[in-house]
């Protein structure tokens, strides 16, 4: 019996804490990503990846890899991520294309990603379980503004769709 009573108190513990690990691990691995493609579509992301690609700089922007294009529009800067990730860590042209385009203020940084034809057989960087071809893509890596696209993001994609 006292050999019962030391096995339950040792495992007691583990059965009360197995729920919130449980719910931990779903909050983790929830969803981050919201298809915006009515909002800006794949042809609008070619638009602005060629747009800064022609009239833009280089700029490093984080530690992940160096030297994006990059094009200041004001309110905000853009920066292009290759779709290779860090095996094209100069973000070079040649190399791969860009798949992702990040838009940065003082407060905000907006993940934007574009999924081509073939993307996810080839598994380009940052694409995620349940995205589908030709579409575009919001990712919020933080979850901070998630459950809608805020009026901000809509505001700079419309200045976006106005470059030329």
């Known amino acids: 019996m006292k ?22 691990n779903m909050n983790f691995n929830q969803t ?27 700029k490093t ?6 030297n994006n294009p990059f094009y200041g529009f004001g309110k905000f800067q853009s920066y292009l991520g290759s ?21 940065k203020d003082n407060n905000h940084y907006f993940k934007i990603l574009i999924v081509r034809k073939g993307d996810i057989q080839a598994s380009k960087k940052g694409i995620q379980t349940g995205m589908l071809e030709n579409e575009v893509y919001f990712v919020d890596n933080y979850q901070i503004e998630f459950n809608k696209i805020s009026d901000l993001l809509t505001n700079y994609l419309k200045i976006l769709q ?3």
Do not use: W
Not at 6 to 21: E, K
Not at 83 to 103: A, H, R, V
């Open 61 to 66: 922007y984080r530690n992940y890899d160096n």
């Open 32 to 58: 981050n990503f919201q298809k915006i493609t009515n909002q800006f579509s794949v042809e609008d992301f070619e638009k602005v990846k060629r747009f800064i690609l022609k009239k833009g700089n280089r």
């Open 162 to 164: 106005s470059a030329d």
């Open 83 to 103: 779709d290779i990730g860090q095996q094209n860590i100069n973000n070079d042209p040649k190399l791969s294309d860009f798949n992702e385009l990040t838009l």
């Open 3 to 24: 050999k019962l009573i030391s096995q339950i108190i040792i495992f007691l513990p583990l059965i009360i804490c197995s729920p919130q690990v449980k719910s931990q």
